[in-house]
């Protein structure tokens, strides 16, 4: 089960993009690399998944470099709203026994 | 579509009490999960189910028990309740594996005292 690591917390401000890295190092040739964004009081909510390389959305971009022992969510121009935690998640769950864990993610608070 | 249904929204239980706390999706996913959430924590997984009549234990099952005998349907029973179980439960469900899209229902908060 690969563990990932990330930034227990980060400050930006309002138009600014915001990277956040995830290690994950001992991650497996099938496992994906997956988002969640959470607000207070509400459950989380998918961000983004990606394999290799780059992936991006309406939301947020993914970069995976070639080794994918890391990965870094991008959030351009962010806002107020953007305030929330994020968490990094690796796995495949092809096998019953591969259950995906959601760590303590990284809080992340916009300032004005 | 409603998601993932969650109820009650927010519960006082007493030490010793029981409880079930109600989960239902609409999305005909094969996948459901509960998890709990204490203050400023991540979420860890409390029980899984791959299909209707099919369950597992995640990292926390000690205190709870599940069920599943409809694909719409998991819900998680608390027995003899401890202060220990006071947390968010969030019910989630996904088409597929794991590593598919969870979609989270909106969270019940159990106190127990």
């Known amino acids: 089960l690969a563990k990932t690591t990330q930034p227990i917390s980060m400050d930006s401000y309002e138009g600014q993009e915001v990277n956040i890295t995830c290690s994950h190092n001992n991650i497996a040739t099938n496992d994906y690399i997956t988002w969640y964004q959470q607000f207070p009081s509400q459950g989380p909510r998918f961000i983004i998944q990606?394999?290799?390389t780059k992936v991006t959305n309406e939301v947020a971009s993914l970069f995976i470099p070639a080794d994918r022992k890391s990965s870094t969510l991008s959030l351009p121009r962010v806002s107020l709203s953007d305030t929330a935690v994020y968490y990094c998640?690796?796995?495949?769950?092809?096998?019953?026994?591969?259950?995906?864990?959601f760590g303590k993610g990284t809080r992340l608070h916009i300032l004005p | 579509n409603a998601g993932v249904t969650q109820t009650p929204k927010f519960r006082i239980l007493k030490i010793g009490q029981s409880m079930t706390l109600q989960c239902t999706q609409d999305?005909?996913?094969?996948?459901m999960y509960w998890y709990r959430q204490d203050p400023g924590m991540g979420l860890k997984l409390i029980y899984y189910?791959?299909?209707?009549?099919?369950?597992d234990k995640g990292e926390v099952p000690n205190g709870y028990n599940v069920s599943r005998s409809t694909t719409e349907d998991f819900p998680l029973r608390l027995e003899l309740a401890a202060p220990s179980q006071t947390s968010v439960y969030f019910c989630a469900s996904s088409y597929g594996r794991f590593g598919n899209e969870q979609f989270f229902g909106p969270g019940t908060r159990l106190t127990v005292l």
């Open positions: 998640l690796v796995g495949d769950g092809s096998n019953r026994d591969d259950k995906i864990i």
């Open positions: 990606g394999y290799k």
């Open positions: 999305m005909n996913h094969n996948y």
């Open positions: 189910s791959v299909g209707a009549g099919i369950t």
